[in-house]
Each structure stands twice: as C-alpha cells, then as structure tokens.
C-alpha cells in the first residue's frame, strides 16, 4: 500500500523519508524491539512547482508491505514531526483522468 506524507520540508531526503517511516513500523510502547513485520519497499519524493505562486511544495510517497500494517502505522507517523515540522501522512489513492476530475 503506498502512503503519501503530505508537505514535507524542503531538504528532506529519500533515507531520511524512509527512517521517519521506519520508525513507525513498531509501536513505541514495545519494551522489546522485534523486527518490524512490515518494509518500505519504495521511497519517492514528489516536487510539485505553482507558476501563479512561484512556489514548490514537497511530498513523499511511501510504498510498504504487507498492507495490513499500514493503518496502525499511519495512526503512530500522523503529526509527527520531520525536520521540526508535522507531518500529515494518509493512504495514498491514484486518480484516473477516466473516474476523477
């Protein structure tokens, strides 16, 4: 399933965005680190550029695997901060031009 973080900071990297992820694969109360049951298979960074503002916006899609640790995970990563700055993270869905204005 692929996650999209939406407005991430300027200077971010594709490791760093995969570390962040990373960390919400465990639950934070687990006295004991196991290995996350899920990965991140895939790690991007979107730069979208306004001409009418003349400004750059930055986001990263995620993609993990399995699927079925993502919601917990979204829940643990959303409002965390990146870089000093929160993060809104969600499930990332594909629009069509044939079903979506």
Aim: hydrophobic content about 35%; overall charge positive; proline content about 9%.
């Amino acid at each position: 399933m692929w996650l999209f973080l939406r407005q991430i900071p300027k200077g971010t990297t594709r490791e760093k965005l995969g570390g962040f992820v990373s960390k919400g694969l465990n639950p934070s109360w687990m006295l004991f680190r196991l290995p996350p049951r899920a990965k991140v298979k895939r790690c991007g960074i979107l730069q979208i550029f306004n001409p009418d503002t003349e400004s750059t916006e930055y986001h990263g899609l995620i993609l993990i695997d399995p699927s079925k640790e993502v919601p917990p995970m979204i829940e643990r990563l959303n409002g965390r901060k990146l870089q000093g700055k929160p993060i809104e993270v969600r499930k990332y869905f594909r629009r069509s031009s044939d079903r979506d204005r």
